[in-house]
């Protein structure tokens, strides 16, 4: 694996000219020397990328259906992810790089972790439609010409504004994906549900712990943070809060219909320790294990 320690060095790697600015570089991929026999195999930035890639053009498939959002997609990076070197197939776009202390100083320096789209996989990008890859590159284009005017006292300033704007527009576009993927996942309630019953069922729990969001995540194909965003979008509650509700269907069933104990009912769904399982059963219900089944019987 490949550390970059600066855009200078990226450029270099890549066969660009020097950066004209020391922390943001704004990159069109066509003047990118890609060479995949002197490439390592993966390398990690110490830079938050946004990348818009042509190579995400055309019908963007969903589940079985298909949304045309034909004029490409932006992907996006946060320091220290890891990803894969380009294998030199022909590809077109820009990229943005922005040294994560160039926001040292600014609100965007701890806000810009709120964006959630940053730890999104490379396959759950943001498909654009004809407007909104006008209102990008609108952005991009002010961010282009900064970048080549002189350099002054007030550069950081308007990049910043601008790249707040361009993350502001990246929200707004991620939550119409999201409503225009609930056809294709109007059955990814179902989906959970089927996923968790057999978790549960089957002795999973008692073997590997109680089922995280990850493990969740993964038996969807997506990544955590998207399935909690994508929840959201559907129910207004997060992945983890899906979980700890069919915790809590199982807990009841088991204490309503058996006769184990609130210990026995602990292992079984996964909880290492019953103090945890009880502690949880009464935040949620206002009544401890033994109280509820005292108060079903």
Request: with cysteine.
């Given at each position: 694996?490949?550390?970059?320690?600066?855009?200078n060095d990226?450029h270099?790697?890549?066969?660009?000219?020097k950066?004209v600015?020391?922390?943001?570089s704004?990159?069109?991929?066509?003047?990118?020397t890609?060479?995949?026999?002197l490439l390592p195999?993966?390398?990690?930035?110490?830079?938050?990328k946004?990348?818009?890639k042509?190579?995400?053009?055309g019908?963007a498939k969903?589940?079985?259906n298909?949304?045309?959002?034909?004029?490409?997609?932006l992907?996006f990076t946060?320091?220290?992810?890891?990803?894969?070197?380009?294998?030199g197939n022909?590809?077109?776009g820009?990229?943005?790089?922005?040294?994560a202390?160039?926001?040292?100083?600014?609100?965007l320096?701890?806000t810009i972790k709120?964006y959630?789209?940053f730890n999104?996989?490379?396959?759950?990008?943001?498909?654009l439609?004809?407007?909104?890859?006008?209102?990008?590159?609108?952005v991009?284009n002010i961010?282009?010409?900064?970048?080549?005017s002189r350099?002054d006292?007030?550069?950081?300033d308007?990049?910043?504004s601008?790249?707040?704007?361009?993350?502001n527009y990246s929200?707004?576009f991620?939550?119409?994906?999201?409503?225009?993927?609930?056809?294709?996942n109007?059955n990814?309630?179902?989906?959970?549900?089927?996923?968790l019953d057999e978790?549960?069922?089957?002795?999973t729990?008692s073997?590997?712990g109680?089922?995280?969001v990850?493990?969740?995540a993964?038996?969807l194909?997506?990544?955590?943070?998207?399935?909690?965003?994508?929840l959201?979008?559907l129910t207004?509650?997060?992945?983890?809060?899906?979980?700890?509700?069919k915790?809590m269907?199982?807990?009841?069933?088991?204490l309503?219909t058996?006769?184990l104990?609130?210990?026995?009912i602990?292992?079984e769904l996964?909880?290492?320790?019953?103090q945890?399982?009880?502690?949880?059963f009464k935040?949620?219900?206002?009544?401890?294990?033994?109280?509820?089944?005292a108060?079903f019987n």
């Amino acid at each position: 694996m490949y550390k970059f320690e600066s855009l200078n060095d990226f450029h270099r790697v890549f066969g660009l000219p020097k950066p004209v600015h020391p922390m943001v570089s704004f990159i069109n991929i066509k003047d990118m020397t890609i060479n995949p026999g002197l490439l390592p195999p993966s390398m990690v930035m110490p830079f938050y990328k946004i990348a818009f890639k042509m190579s995400l053009c055309g019908k963007a498939k969903y589940g079985q259906n298909y949304y045309d959002f034909g004029e490409g997609g932006l992907v996006f990076t946060a320091p220290g992810q890891i990803f894969e070197s380009p294998n030199g197939n022909a590809s077109s776009g820009y990229i943005l790089l922005v040294h994560a202390d160039f926001f040292l100083s600014y609100p965007l320096a701890s806000t810009i972790k709120q964006y959630g789209f940053f730890n999104y996989a490379a396959n759950e990008a943001l498909h654009l439609s004809d407007k909104e890859r006008a209102a990008i590159f609108a952005v991009f284009n002010i961010i282009q010409e900064e970048l080549d005017s002189r350099i002054d006292h007030f550069s950081q300033d308007v990049l910043i504004s601008q790249i707040e704007l361009l993350l502001n527009y990246s929200n707004r576009f991620y939550g119409r994906q999201f409503i225009t993927r609930k056809a294709a996942n109007n059955n990814l309630l179902q989906k959970i549900e089927d996923i968790l019953d057999e978790y549960f069922n089957n002795g999973t729990a008692s073997e590997s712990g109680v089922p995280t969001v990850q493990m969740l995540a993964e038996r969807l194909s997506m990544s955590a943070s998207y399935l909690s965003d994508m929840l959201r979008s559907l129910t207004g509650e997060n992945a983890q809060h899906h979980i700890q509700e069919k915790l809590m269907d199982k807990a009841k069933e088991r204490l309503s219909t058996s006769n184990l104990s609130v210990s026995e009912i602990a292992y079984e769904l996964g909880f290492e320790y019953p103090q945890s399982f009880s502690r949880l059963f009464k935040t949620k219900t206002s009544l401890s294990p033994l109280a509820f089944r005292a108060s079903f019987n």
